[in-house]
């Protein structure tokens, strides 16, 4: 009992800590946004510095000390980072990296105009970097249980680290991006401005030779990648922070060594359909880009509007199509659900509606606007459209990520007899009455319980495994994956890369007026770009168990 | 299996439902907030029309049928709806209605010039007052079976209703409040403002009768229990919503006949040291709006600033002395933890630690502001341990409620053998290291299991029972629940009847500027005010429990 007390005394520690550092850091970057408030951005660098270098040393101390400790992990979780997963936060480290890097020699071209910490961040951040993702790819699914309110403290720390990092990143980029964008200045292109900045920032130095313009234009792509490594790692980070002191049932915790045969069994519909609207989203978001930021004639603008918010409007129907029939295919599967605790599975699911919930905002404050609005012309009945779809699809998606998500494995499926299913769903109904608690004691009963059926099973495998052939609906559901998977990685990338139509576009703008509808895109819109990285990450699940 | 499934997703589209009523009527209320946007508070007022017609239907359709069904409600939660929230639900509603009459009035006194909506509101808003404060009354407990899916939609449906209330009293509240305070209009009196506003509406209406007069500064004042109503109603309806298909294992669900015998003992230090400071506050806040709303003299606004920062900090150091102080002594404690599922319990600490984000923001933003700020002055040294002591209060308090309200009452305690809780905390420590899921596997272990001791226990109690006298640790934890309860309260009436230090110390002004610290402000200070209140409920049950 006293453990317990102190789980939750632990728990409640760390949490606090997290707090008071996530709303200190909000203050920060929240004042150091706008110039009129007397706080710099080099007040969040220099205090982002300090945090992180004493999550580096903690790291450190955890994978030299806590994790060689005797008894430290006696079990692992292993749904906590899949392999798709630690794979997709090496790779945006790298991306990260190659960031820092054009960040330090960005700055480094002229350092005699800047403070010192404006250089010294980015080197501190490539070293957190490097750290974190050798921390999480070794100790993603530990389950420790030494050290155990220090842990829960450093990972906290790290959780609240990456946060303060991407609000951060988000603060900077929507600033850069609300500027060009600003009706009030004219400044026809946001590069201009940057420069603008930084040179009245450091008076007599700008940013004159080619390679200081390469680093400067890169390390301004590059900004997406970070952003999304650092949602990545605190995903990571709270799954270690939930598993620790935790202990698995082994007979919970099944080993699913599921591969990734994507190129082994040949896939056409969902692959070829799915590439093809990611092409053509690129293409449509590089005229997008080109048009709108390069002229500021307002027909060529509406011209551009149009095939954006058409392009858009297609691929958004025809997913929502997509996930409605992946949802019926659903009602009709007889697989088991998964029940089994899974602090994953759980935060997936609070995340996709979560994140969900940036995008849904701006839905509604632009369908009021449009339909208040007098001049109900293409653009504006385009996006009422838009914005409608906008609404609708996340819902569908969500609906059949979440059936998906709570499948059993369908290897597990073939195993089963189907008599032993039914008197499996009778005892189901029996005990029902009694308890709505149900699955998790079934799941907990020995199998000797039902003795007969031992012997039964075992012939019967063998007979099911050489019928086992993929059957349509999982191989539907398949297609349904890839299409759905490449249809939510164009839609993260525009938003991204800077496709901004909710400014571009004048009636919210008119509507709410400047102030009030950039800091509603700039709040919601991060949640909206972060649901689609993540529906990527759990359609790829999704795929793997179908 | 399928009930299983289909009570998630009947949760799932609940919840939908629930998260698009209410970002639309946010979107609603935030755009009819500013004068700029074409949107107008009757279009807010026109949906919340509808939303609370359809649902006083919903709550009738309850009443007289759903719950009348045969087998409807084979058990109740005895935790949900405890007699003193339902008592203060009632003495709420009793004030809103008094605030809707006063509405009606004020409004019906110029009916002519004024959109019949506004009149309709008040009328209707009274109505679904009554119904619902009818509804929860009878209905607190249920765990209704039927209708599933329609009670689930009915329920979020009532919830959103009144957030979306709450959000709109708020709101309304704000923008009153922060146009009085704004320092661009050079108005000296928020109610100069507000006849001034009425009167620009509704041009050549004006209210000048005596009864206008009253009707409009009563519905002022009552303005801030009507919050505190929705807010309540909010709560009880999740639970409600939470116990719909849910079976309660009787020996889980013991009820607890605890009276409320706050007049048959006498306690002095507690509730006199309680009653001084709520008295004193309240004295402190009449001088403190006077003064500050009357005149516009500078040295008179910071003498009396100090005065209200001097009684907070004062007040608040005490009561974090005494959380502190009631943390140690159930640190000494040995009663046993109540870790039995209670949806009730649960969303008290989730509402407790949510609602107390709301004040930490407030003070981290005034933190960095007062230390950044260079006249050190006598105002801001108060200014700076005043937000200071708003973090470390509510975080010490929160700690003394989370333990209070996870411990068995004491009249389970005085039930138990000595010896045999000795055998029960052997049991305890042989069984955590098998599993960190104990307490509920032994709460659930049948009496039988320890048949030695059945005899004992009986034997024991009537002996315990002989010498049972309130011990002094009891009596500690009662008066300090009784002194925290009456400095909550305090802390709840000053910034809900309009005390703005934040406005009248410029400080933060100066720095943030306008409008940044007024939607700081404005945002965030609801859930601090909402935080107050919820602790005074949740202190009540901790008294009670002791």
Redesign the interface.
Known sequence: ?S???W?KGGR?FS??LA??LV??S???V??GA?Q????HDYDVFFMLIIVMLINIAWMLFYIFRTSRLQGAIPCKDNHAGPIWLRGGLVLFAVLSLVMDAFKTGYYSSYYKCLSPIRIMFPVVQGVFVITQTVFLWMSAQDCIHKHLNLTRCGLMLTLTTNLAVWMAAVTDESVHKAESKNPIANVTHRMALLMMRAASQAENCACKSQLCKIFQNGYYWLYPFNIEYSLFASAMVYVMWKNV???I?PHDNHIHQLKFKLFRRTYFLGTIVGFLVLVTGIAVLIVYEIQVNSKEDSKRTDQVLTMYFGFNIICLSLMSAICIAGSIVYRFDKR??D?HKNPTRTLDVALL?GAA?GQ??IS??SI?ATV?SSPRDTINALNLSYSLLM?AQP?FQN?FI?EGLHRQPPEEEDKVDPQQKDIY?LT?VNM?A???R??ESLSALPPSALPGLAIQTSEARRSLKASKKMNWRRRFLKEISVFLLLGNAILWVMPAFGARPQFDNKTELA???Y??WA?IVDICLPFGIFYRMHAVASLLEVYIMS
Chains 1, 2 share one sequence.
Do not use: Q, W
């Open positions: 009992s453990k317990e007390v789980k409640v949490i606090l707090i008071n709303l200190l909000c203050t920060l929240s004042g706008f009129e408030v007397k706080l002191g935790r202990l049932d088991d659900m029940h509606m919930l849904y905002a509604y404050y009021v208040a609404l819902t609906i979440i769903g189901f029902n009694v308890s709505l149900v699955p509507f709410y007026g102030p009030m800091a």
